[in-house]
């Protein structure tokens, strides 16, 4: 048996559950397809910061330091999830294709070769693949249609109109952080026809880049 309990995602779910299993004396191996600890965070808007404070969004184990301040930055984030990592079973670079129950344990097929464990946890998060819908219109759109998961600052926005469009915490970004250049938000109530939806309403942002705007605050979960 390679380990007890075999953990498959090294984000902070993943870590949390490795750390738990450790304290009761489990074996817990975490297997994370990224070569790094916290890959999803790394590629968030530059300007990111929790949207909750260091005290309450700790894991058990390791405090935020007092640098990261109030509401960590993306960075302090991922250099947390590093030290987190450190002197834990994790095992980067490793994707896993299949899990198969054999008797009394678990087969899982993986890019580095077939692994077992008497129980497995699956920790890879809801949002690792962004997904743009397929409005009408999309492919005569002369203009640059951008998934929020994509979105890093501003600056190449600078002195254009930008419509964000979405009701979750992701679509403040575009609109309020800065990075060498603002954007001012007039959020805007669009009826649901305006995003093809035929349930509830969506939120939409327009906003013009290139004048003054307050400094970002912090929102939006580890993932678009």
């Known amino acids: 048996m390679d380990a007890d309990v075999i953990v498959i995602g090294a984000g902070p779910a ?17 297997l994370e397809r990224a070569d790094r600890v916290g890959e999803p965070w790394r590629g968030r808007p530059d300007a990111l910061r929790l949207n ?4 309450v969004s700790a894991l058990p184990g390791l405090r935020y330091p ?11 984030v ?3 999830l590093e030290r987190y990592a450190a002197g834990r079973r994790v095992r980067t670079g490793v994707a896993v294709g ?3 129950p054999e008797d009394d344990h678990w ?8 692994l077992t464990a008497r129980q497995v946890v699956v920790a890879t998060g809801r949002y690792a693949r962004p997904r743009l819908p397929r409005w009408p219109g999309t492919r005569s759109f002369t203009g640059r249609l951008l ?5 890093r600052n501003a600056v190449p926005h600078r002195d254009r109109d930008v419509l964000v469009v979405g009701p979750g915490c992701s ?4 609109s309020v952080t800065s990075a060498g250049t603002d954007c001012p938000a007039r959020p805007r109530r669009r009826s649901p026809s305006s995003t093809g939806a035929a349930s509830s309403p969506r939120w939409s942002t327009a906003a013009r880049c290139g004048r003054s705007a307050p400094g970002p605050c912090g929102w939006f979960p580890p993932s678009s």
Request: net charge positive.
């Open 78 to 80: 991922v250099a947390y």
């Open 107 to 114: 087969l899982l097929t993986t890019t580095a070769g077939p």
């Open 147 to 151: 998934h929020a998961a994509d979105y």
């Open 14 to 30: 993943g870590l949390c559950a490795a750390a738990a299993l450790e304290r009761r004396g489990l074996r817990a191996t975490v």
């Open 98 to 100: 299949r899990i198969d």
């Open 171 to 174: 679509r403040r970004w575009p």
């Open 66 to 76: 007092r640098s990261a301040g109030t509401f960590p930055r993306r960075d302090d």
């Open 52 to 55: 909750s404070g260091r005290g």
